[in-house]
């Protein structure tokens, strides 16, 4: 009998074992009523995951693949990728603004963390001048549902939006990049160290922005921003 092993087994592996060497079929609920009338239920409880007491934040896909920007700052994608070298991962975080394709900030770590992405919005934030609403597209990653995240694109009246789960085309051109990078730079030789990868993070992302044409304008990122100054 499965219960001379104590309460471990729960009303549907009763009403399998039942089946299987009683002959006995009985619906699962019938079971759970009788363990739960004789005190057989189980003792044993599936781990539940919990969100380390902080509230997970979730925000409607404002964007809707609508990557069309009208001026600079208008629509910023985020996200983070993973480079790997001979001593471990070095995250990187972007934010790509979608009027021009420039990455107007960027951070490297070597964890995936919350910080890496406040991070870079404090970067961002610093380096432009926000002169109307700004929207802020990311996945659902933790980073982007945590408390943190919602307390500073409060604090910088950024309007957060976010990815459909389970659809990456959601958030393309920031996916978009890191493809775009890991083909050009990263991925043309084996790194060994968290130096090396940041410093051609480093010179990638100051050709891709200054000395890359974008074949749809052009023109490099740079040059298309500076038409709107």
Known sequence: MPQKRGKIHGYRYIQLWLERYKAIHRNPKTILRVMRKYGLSSEVRRRRWQGCGHTLHRYSNLLNRDFRADSPNQKWVTDISYIPTGQGFVYLSIIRDLFDNSIVAYKTDRQQTVSVVLNTIHAAMAQEKIAGELTLHSDQGFQYTSQAYFNLTKEYGITPSMSRRGNPYDNAPAENFFSILKTECIGRQKI??????????????????????????????FEKRSQTA
């Open 192 to 221: 060994q160290s968290f130096e090396q990868a940041v410093q051609m993070i480093d010179d990638y992302i100051h050709f891709y922005n200054y000395e890359r044409f974008q074949l749809k304008y052009r023109l490099t990122p």
